[in-house]
């Protein structure tokens, strides 16, 4: 041990290092947990809320107990995040908050439900954050190593769309875009239409990517509504079938 | 050109850092803000610009940071993340623009306590270290080393046991007092591994503020020496590919011989490292 000279370093009792409270996060992978963790991705636009709103239906009808846990949602984290998106954070800070976000809900609910046999599922997850903070420049490793502590997904449904068709549902939804959500802070376009389209066609890009990568399951999402939930339950059930101990709704 | 621990931040240029990044490291209690409080007036009075940060004190996370712990409602990955927000916000908007205008900045911990902190907690040891590979590498790292028995008087008869100092969430259902112990000491021996990893220079912080006062003050003015020794150096065009066994006469002054009227006939003059040399030079660090 390097000490510099003339400074004692105390006694070494204190060296043996301390017993592990909690596993950690890379044991967590190979534990077994008994609940079942549904994710949807896709850019804005895709259908991914409405879909998961439909499957939450059906699960609740076949009497699973189901719970959501959306993006960016924790009530420890929130005052931060809404005070950094008053135009104060930058692609590292803004990734971070996320993960904070996501490490909270992680903690109080995500795993602790799987772990009393809940269904979870998630309207947006891990992916998103790789998608949007890569788009904005974060080093995509960085980002993949950050969220290690994540739950595997059971099933993560992709719903694939082509960019023209989301802006096409957008814009007839609503009026106008949010300063982040159109990636205005990148400084790509000064038109907010044209910024919302390069930074979602980026993100759109990286979902490519990841398909292969993490094993996505693919939904085309130009399909009809009706189709696409049929697959995606059909999915969903295979893998309830599977599971020995569900909790079940109360 | 400075380092990063591996990663770059998007829009984060690490050219032209003309600043000294100065680290004051240290369990709870170790006398960190205390010398950190002498040490900025100190530099100020040398003609220094500081910029003394710390912990917890981003505009973005502080508040946020703040109230998580009042809850006592944080879980240790969440803890972690917090934590980085907040440095890296002071990262990019405080520490390096300070930096890049020449500022001495002081900060009271940096990553290493987020590290020591995350680890004894069991988090993975490996991920602590890629999540904050984002960091600039400082020129100086001092580590105020305090044994446990030293500690716990000092902390009991200023402050009193703090919940998040003392570790309860680590050790829930021990007291107070036995968890802080427990906490300390693995807090203590994590940072002890720290030091050897990422070159601390320990300082016994047990001794007298007074006397770790002037350690640091030594510590601190070597650093600052051997940076204006060498713009000095390389504006006195020394030769460059001297052989390292005239180490001595790479430091030479040019000195025309009187009498002389060319360059040429110039000779140079080797100057003894005691006679020029600041306290603490040394040579081996012009390398």
Known sequence: MSTGNQVRIGPFEILQPIERVAPSLRERENENLPGRLFIVEGIDGSGKSTQLTLLHKWLESKGYGAVFSEWNSSPLVKDTTKLGKKKMLTPATFSLIHATDFADRTEKSILPLLKAGAVVLCDRYIYTAFARDVARGIDRQWVRDLYDFAVTPTVAFYFRVPLETAIGRLVAARDGFKFYEAGLDLGLSDDPAESFRLFQGRILAEYERMIPEFGLTVIDATLPVEVQQAQVRQIAKTHLERAKELRVRP | ?287
């Open chain 2, 1 to 287: 050109m400075r380092k990063t621990y591996g990663k770059t931040l998007p829009g984060m240029k690490l050219t032209d850092l003309a600043g000294k990044l100065i680290v004051v490291e240290g369990t709870d209690g170790a006398g960190r803000t205390t010398q950190i409080n002498r040490l900025k007036p100190w530099l100020e009075e040398l003609g220094h610009a500081v910029l003394d940060t710390g912990m917890t004190r981003s505009p973005l996370a502080g508040e946020g940071i703040r109230r998580a712990k009042e809850g006592n409602n944080l879980g240790r990955v969440t803890q972690s993340l917090f934590y980085a927000t907040d440095f890296v916000d002071r990262l990019e908007n405080e520490i390096v623009p300070a930096l890049r205008a020449g500022f001495v900045v002081l900060t009271d911990r940096y990553i290493y306590s987020m590290m020591a902190r995350a680890i004894v907690r069991g988090m993975d040891a490996e991920w602590i270290r890629k999540l904050f590979s984002l960091a600039l590498v400082p020129d100086a790292v001092f580590y105020l080393r305090i044994g446990i028995d030293e500690l716990i008087p000092r902390v009991i008869f200023s402050r009193g046991f703090d919940y998040w100092e003392s570790g309860m969430d680590v050790f829930p259902g021990k007291d107070m007092y036995e968890s802080f112990r427990s906490y300390q000491s693995a807090l203590l021996a994590e940072f002890d591994r720290l030091s050897v990893e990422f070159n601390f220079e320990t300082v016994d912080a047990s001794a007298d503020a007074d006397i770790v006062f002037a350690q640091l003050k030594a510590k601190v003015q070597r650093i600052l020496e051997a940076d204006s020794r060498k713009d000095f150096i390389t504006t006195l065009r020394a030769p460059t590919a001297a052989p390292a066994a005239h180490r001595v006469e790479e430091r030479a002054v040019f000195i025309p011989r009187a009498g002389t009227a060319t360059e040429t006939e110039a000779v140079f003059h080797p100057v003894a490292a005691h006679v020029t040399a600041p306290m603490g030079w040394d040579p081996n660090r012009q390398k």
